[in-house]
C-alpha cells in the first residue's frame, strides 16, 4: 500500500508474524534496545514450532557447517551471512543460558530434553517478556505502508494502522494454513514489486496407485532401502525408515527424498520406488533362509513363515501379489514361487501417482526471490527498511532441525539489521 501523509521517524520496530523467525527478530531487535511491536494473527504465539517434531522440537541439527548447507535444496549460500552471525552452537547456547537444556540425537538431530516444543515456546515468549517486546494478537495485518520506497508501517485487517521505521515480515510459507501460515506476507510482499518464485511442496507424502498402502496403513518399516527410479534408469536410492499411509507412503526417509520426486512428477515423468524390504540380505541369503525355514517347518503355511519376515499385516497382501495362496503348506511352495518372494524381498514395487497439495506439506519450498533480498541484512532489495525472514523466503531443507535453524538464524539477523539501519 502506497501512502502520501503518515508519520514517520517513529524509532519502532514492527514485525508481522509470530512464529520462530518472528519471535527470534523481536527478540533480538528488543535487545539491542529498540522498541518492537510484534503483530499476530492468531490469539497465540507459535502454533507451527509447538506441531514441529511432533510436539518434541527439533530445534536444530549440531552438523558442521557445510554439512548443513547441504542439506538445503538449493540456494543454501544465501544463509551464509545469517549462520555466521547466529548458527546453531548460537542457538543451543541461546535455550540453553535460559535454562532450557538440549540433547543431541541420532543423525545429530536437536530437541528438549523436555521433549516438548512447549518448553522452547516457553523460553521465547519469557525472552520476548524481558525485552519489553509489545505483543498484538489477533491482528492479521493487511498491508505494508510504504512512503518514498521505504517501509514505514502496517495496515491492520480491521482498518487500523501501525507506525514505525522498519517493517520485518515473518509469516511463514503456506504449509500447515491452520496454523496461520496462508501465505499472506507472500502477497504483500507481490503486491511491493517483490518476485515470488512458484510455492510448492516440500517434505511432502507420496501417493501411489496401488492399493496396498490403503491396506498397510499405519505399518512402518524400519532399516529398508528406497530404489526410487524412472522407467529408464535408477534415480535416487536411500536406507531409512518408511510408513505406510491410507493414500500412499511417508515417514522421514519419504519426505527427505520428496523434493526430488516432485521435481520429477512435474516435469512429467513416470516415477516408481522398489522397496527393498531387507537391504542387508543378498537374494541368496534369503534364500538360503527361506530353504532352512522350509526344511524345519514342513507342515507349516508359508503365511505362518512370512510371519516372521514381515510385519504381520503385510503378509496375506504380500502373498497375494506373490500369487501365492497364505494357507499353502511349505512343502508344496515351488522354486517359482520361492524366487517370486525373494524377488519382492529385494524390490516391492509401488507407482508413484503423485504428492500431497503444499498445505500438507512440512514445508513450503519457494517464497520470496532471493534475488530480491540482501543476504547480509534480509533487507529487501526494492523497498528500504523492510525485511524478511523465515519460510518465508525462498529457501526450504530437509528434516533434522534445518528449516528452524534457517528460521531462528534469518530472524535475529534481520532483527539486528533493522536496529542498524
Ligand atoms: C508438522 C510440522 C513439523 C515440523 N517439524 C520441524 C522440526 O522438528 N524441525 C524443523 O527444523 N522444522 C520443522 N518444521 C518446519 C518449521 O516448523 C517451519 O519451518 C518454521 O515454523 C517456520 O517458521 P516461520 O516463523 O518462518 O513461520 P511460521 O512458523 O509459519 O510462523 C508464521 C507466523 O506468522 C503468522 N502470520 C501469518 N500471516 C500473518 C498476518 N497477515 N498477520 C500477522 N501474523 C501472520 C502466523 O499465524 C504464524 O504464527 C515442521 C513443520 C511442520 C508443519
Known amino acids: ?23 527470534m527478530t523481536a527478540i533480538r531487535a528488543g535487545q539491542l534496545g529498540r522498541t518492537v511491536v510484534l503483530i499476530e494473527k492468531n490469539q497465540v504465539l507459535g502454533k507451527k514450532l509447538l506441531l514441529s517434531g511432533k510436539g518434541r522440537c527439533n530445534i536444530t541439527n549440531a552438523c558442521e557447517l557445510d554439512s ?9 549460500q544465501f544463509l551464509r551471512s545469517a549462520f555466521h552471525l547466529f548458527f546453531n552452537t548460537e542457538l543451543i547456547d541461546f535455550f540453553e543460558q535460559r535454562g532450557l537444556k538440549l540433547k543431541t540425537e541420532r543423525q545429530q538431530r536437536v530437541f528438549p530434553v523436555t521433549d516438548s516444543a512447549d518448553s522452547v515456546l516457553k523460553v521465547l515468549e519469557k525472552e520476548l517478556h524481558k525485552n519489553k517486546v509489545e505483543i498484538i494478537y489477533n491482528s492479521p495485518v493487511r498491508d505494508v505502508i510504504v512512503h518514498e520506497a521505504r517501509a514505514g508501517g502496517v495496515v491492520l485487517a480491521d482498518g487500523g494502522s501501525i507506525y514505525g521505521d522498519s517493517v520485518i515480515l515473518t509469516t511463514g510459507g503456506v504449509s500447515f494454513p491452520a496454523t496461520g501460515s496462508t501465505g499472506d506476507g507472500m502477497d504483500m510482499a507481490q503486491r511491493l514489486g517483490h518476485k515470488i518464485i512458484a510455492l510448492q511442496p516440500g517434505l511432502v507424502p507420496l501417493k501411489i496407485r496401488q492399493n496396498y498402502p490403503e491396506l498397510w496403513e499405519g505399518i512402518t518399516l524400519k532399516n529398508i532401502r528406497l530404489n526410487f527410479s524412472d522407467s529408464k534408469k535408477q534415480i535416487l536410492s536411500e536406507i531409512g525408515e518408511l510408513l505406510f499411509t491410507g493414500f500412499g507412503i511417508s515417514g522421514p526417509l519419504v519426505l527427505s527424498l520428496s523434493g526430488q520426486i516432485v521435481n520429477w512428477l512435474n516435469e512429467g515423468k513416470d516415477v516408481f520406488v522398489e522397496i527393498d524390504l531387507k537391504p542387508a540380505l543378498s537374494k541368496e541369503q534369503i534364500n538360503e533362509r527361506f530353504l532352512r525355514e522350509f526344511k524345519t517347518n514342513t507342515k507349516k503355511s508359508i503365511r505362518s513363515i512370512l510371519k516372521n519376515m514381515l510385519p504381520q499385516r503385510m503378509v496375506d497382501v504380500f ?98 539489521s533493522a536496529v542498524n539501519d
Do not use: H, W
Open 68 to 76: 548443513f548447507l547441504d542439506r538445503f535444496s538449493g540456494n543454501a
Open 1 to 23: 500500500m502506497k501512502c502520501a501523509n503518515m508519520k514517520l521517524n517513529i524509532k519502532k520496530i514492527i514485525v508481522v508474524g509470530g512464529g520462530p523467525a518472528g519471535m
Open 319 to 416: 502373498l497375494s501379489i506373490a500369487g501365492i495362496e497364505p494357507k499353502k503348506q511349505v512343502s508344496q511352495i515351488t522354486q517359482k514361487e520361492r524366487m517370486g518372494m525373494i524377488s519382492l524381498f529385494k524390490g516391492l514395487r509401488l507407482d508413484i501417482s503423485g504428492y500431497l497439495p503444499v498445505e500438507k506439506a512440512m514445508i513450503t519450498r519457494g517464497g520470496v526471490s532471493l534475488k530480491d533480498i540482501n543476504p547480509r541484512t534480509m533487507e529487501s532489495r526494492i523497498i528500504k527498511g523492510l525485511y524478511f525472514a523465515g519460510e518465508m523466503i525462498d529457501v526450504d531443507a530437509d528434516t533434522g532441525g534445518f528449516n528452524l535453524q534457517a528460521a531462528f538464524s534469518t530472524g535475529y539477523l534481520a532483527g539486528e
